[in-house]
């Protein structure tokens, strides 16, 4: 069989790699999106790097938009194959899809505004909500830790990975003449210390490994320092400052884990009386969710649930679904803590908040998650004086923040250890993906410190015979 890699090779979106199997299987792992490149992101994401009506499956490790998001575009391209992937997954691309589709509508359609006045003709958006919607009668989900064939020689199973809720690491058993080859496929790796799912767990011995490597060369703080410094920064912003706080973060996941996280703040009694608002319809959707997939959760968030049945809510914490009730909050003068989306600030509710904040020395942002290059969360955090949203520029005064360890993705440390669930001499090949080019050079040097041989970091194009 022959693995290409087409996305988040040497960098961290579009993830997208091609099996095609001595029986001209053709399985995509992923389907993801690239984001954050600004107008060289539209054509590279209309570039797939192969038909889409010859692809029989796509297998998705979670629902993250730089792992799913091509999805509704090759439904919209004639792709009819399946897309497998755990429960929650499916469940989450109903909701993130359509989201993506509407976003691409809406950022089209203010594009097509400028092509006009340029006297230039309209694009045609990559794919619309309806295709994101259509497109997920593709989907079949199953259940974490069963195998499932999808051809006569092929075998799948999930195995949790702690990224996301329903994130797993894929593995592959394919018969081939030659035998049977297994592949494993981490996605992304999550933490030991998420809030709110379980630990990563070891998933079976493979031939050839792809793993990830965002975080190759850093380690993150630990979960208690990360709440201390989220109080910190309220009571700083809100009481000291009486500023407003703007915290850009994933509707899914980092918002629910944030908002727990103030949730058993509140119930320790040492939350500022302020008012917080999630100001995402998404996110709302989202816990609704969360709720229906206990099976994600771990032991902790399941025994406080018998005492506080709603971690995601409590007094003076408000889920914003109107566009009226979003722009109301841009007229208040009080303290308050907006979590809006999305979490590298380059779409979505967040840019309106941080137009409108980001220039007033009272007002601080948090981000909380990684941020890709040239994104505007990279811009902000890299401390430009200036930058643009929206078309209009907008000098930076307010305090900028990070909390790294809120992070979905190990740390190296974190991620080596998770690998160590393989037996290193078993592995043919182990090719590093998803991370910046630098990041993955360390991780390679860290992974070969702990026994790991025969390590690629394959770039865009690169093909191998397994
Ligand atoms: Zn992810």
Redesign the pocket.
Known sequence: MIIKFLGAAREVTGSKHLIITQKNKKILLDCGMYQGKGIETDSLNRDLGFDPQEIDHIILS?A?I??SGLIPYMYKLGFRGSVICTNATRDLCAILLADSGAIHESDTARFNVKRKKQGLPPIETIYTRKDAVNSMQLFIGVAYDRKFYIDENTKVKFTNSG??LG?SVVSLEVAETDGVKKIAFT??IGRNSNKILREPTPFPQADYLITEATYGDRLHKTTKEARDELLHVIKHTCLEKKGKLIIPSFSVGRTQEIVYTMNQMFNDGILPRIDIFVDSPLAVNATEIFRMHPECFNDEILHEMHMDPDPFGFDRLYYVRSVTDSKKINYRSEPCVVISASGMMEAGRVKHHLANTISNFRNSILAVGYCAPRTLGAKILRGDHEVSIHGFKHPVRAEIFRIDSYS??GDYNEMGEYLDCQIKDRLKKTFIVHGEYEPQQAFKQHLESKGFSNIEIPEKGDWFEL
């Open positions: 979670h993250h730089d792992h990224h996301m994130s996605g992304d979905g993705h």
